[in-house]
């Protein structure tokens, strides 16, 4: 659809005129509908001096900050702080001195490399995603011509570097030091691979102490639950220590639901005070470094890959549900192998657990 001093493009309309002897196109951000058309048709100069002008006063910085905080209303507090962060953090210091139009592909290829020195490929990727949709708008608002990011292969992943994860010797020092509920959730942290948003959303309905498994079919991401980062509903093997821990825990928390609960009896919907509060304070007693609480994840991977275990079984363990293989076993696996939950007991297992191994019917 084209009039006089506008057209419709993508189901919003845009105004086109000259301003100052410059022609110009600009969205008015409008939908299409028959109040808006007879608008813009009538006012539709007026409109782009307008927009003209109040995009030409907008820096980098206040017109990115603009399309963040559009979509404010269907983000959380904390998702929306974490995206003003980024951009402030990492896309202002690099972009804040370009006009939209001298952005090139080779200017972001610069930005990415200098990203990789810093952040993981998933990190660099988070970064990239928001810039690029800043770019996106400014190209429907006319800012610059085309996407850079068009000229953009696929984002090279870097070689992975190898995960800082904690010790054997450390593992057991944490697990022994901790106190009340959060020696259970190290506990358990340390004893399933299991991902630290995916510990938060475990309800007491996931433990079946019959079979020793934990069913792990939701995560808390974002402070919202959701399923896993895989959509995979996986049974993990309860070791020992795990098993004891939580049986024991879950027998004086009869009302509750959520198995890791806060001092209002919620559940907590992200990792950040418990890291604050709990988790640092207890490295920093026993003198070891932190390598974040994600970390007890890579930690359980490599200790059992390390001294033995069948493969298969970490992989499933883990959640890796994305290779075939995996799924193919995933089954057996979910029902646990006790020849191998009995080697994994003897690999992992503290001083002060290890005298109520069998208290209620342990391997």
């Given amino acids: 659809m084209r009039g006089e001093g506008y057209f419709v493009r993508g189901g919003t309309i845009h105004v086109d005129g000259m301003v100052d002897g410059k022609r110009y196109r600009r969205s008015t951000g409008l939908t299409v509908c028959a109040k808006n058309i007879s608008y813009v048709k009538k006012y539709h100069q007026k409109i782009l001096n307008d927009i003209v002008k109040s995009s030409e006063k907008k820096t980098f910085v206040e017109f990115g900050l603009d399309v963040i905080r559009v979509g404010s209303g269907s983000r959380?507090?904390?998702?929306?702080?974490?995206?003003?962060?980024?951009?402030?953090?990492?896309?202002?210091?690099?972009?804040?001195?370009?006009?939209?139009?001298?952005?090139?592909?080779?200017?972001?290829?610069?930005?990415?490399?200098?990203?990789?020195?810093?952040?993981?490929?998933?990190?660099?990727?988070?970064y990239a995603n928001l810039l690029h949709n800043i770019m996106q708008?400014?190209?429907?608002?006319?800012?610059?011509?085309?996407?850079?990011?068009?000229?953009?292969?696929?984002?090279?992943r870097t070689p992975k570097q190898l995960r800082a994860i904690y010790s054997?010797?450390?593992?057991?020092?944490?697990?022994?030091?901790?106190?009340?509920?959060f020696k259970v959730f190290a506990t358990v942290a340390f004893g399933t691979a299991a991902r630290t948003g995916e510990l938060l959303a475990l309800k007491k309905s996931?433990?079946?102490?019959?079979?020793?498994?934990?069913?792990?079919?939701?995560?808390?991401?974002?402070?919202?639950?959701?399923?896993?980062?895989?959509?995979?509903?996986?049974y993990v093997d309860m070791l020992d220590i795990v098993y004891d821990s939580l049986y024991n825990f879950c027998l004086d928390r009869k009302n509750e639901?959520?198995?890791?609960?806060?001092?209002?009896?919620?559940?907590?919907?992200?990792?950040?005070?418990?890291?604050?509060?709990?988790?640092?304070?207890?490295?920093?007693?026993?003198?070891?470094?932190?390598?974040?609480?994600?970390?007890?994840?890579?930690s359980f991977i490599s200790l059992m890959l390390n001294k033995g275990m069948d493969l298969m079984w970490v992989q499933n363990m883990a959640g890796h549900s994305s290779s075939s293989t995996t799924l193919r076993h995933y089954a057996v696996f979910q029902n646990g192998d006790f020849k191998r939950l009995k080697k994994a007991n003897n690999i992992l297992k503290t001083p002060d657990f290890t005298a109520h191994a069998t208290a209620h019917g342990g391997i």
Wanted: proline share 3%.
């Fill in 76 to 126: 959380s507090r904390v998702y929306q702080r974490e995206l003003e962060g980024k951009f402030k953090k990492e896309i202002v210091p690099y972009f804040r001195r370009y006009d939209f139009s001298e952005i090139k592909p080779l200017t972001i290829d610069r930005w990415i490399n200098v990203l990789y020195n810093k952040y993981s490929n998933n990190t660099v990727r988070k």
């Fill in 137 to 156: 708008k400014a190209v429907a608002n006319d800012l610059c011509d085309k996407d850079p990011f068009l000229g953009i292969n696929r984002l090279k």
């Fill in 168 to 181: 054997e010797d450390e593992i057991y020092k944490i697990i022994s030091n901790a106190q009340g509920w």
């Fill in 206 to 234: 996931d433990l079946d102490f019959d079979n020793r498994v934990i069913k792990i079919s939701k995560s808390f991401s974002n402070r919202r639950l959701k399923e896993t980062k895989t959509g995979v509903v996986r």
């Fill in 257 to 298: 639901d959520f198995i890791f609960v806060n001092k209002d009896g919620e559940p907590y919907h992200e990792s950040k005070n418990i890291i604050k509060y709990h988790f640092k304070p207890l490295l920093e007693k026993l003198n070891i470094e932190y390598k974040t609480l994600y970390a007890s994840r890579h």
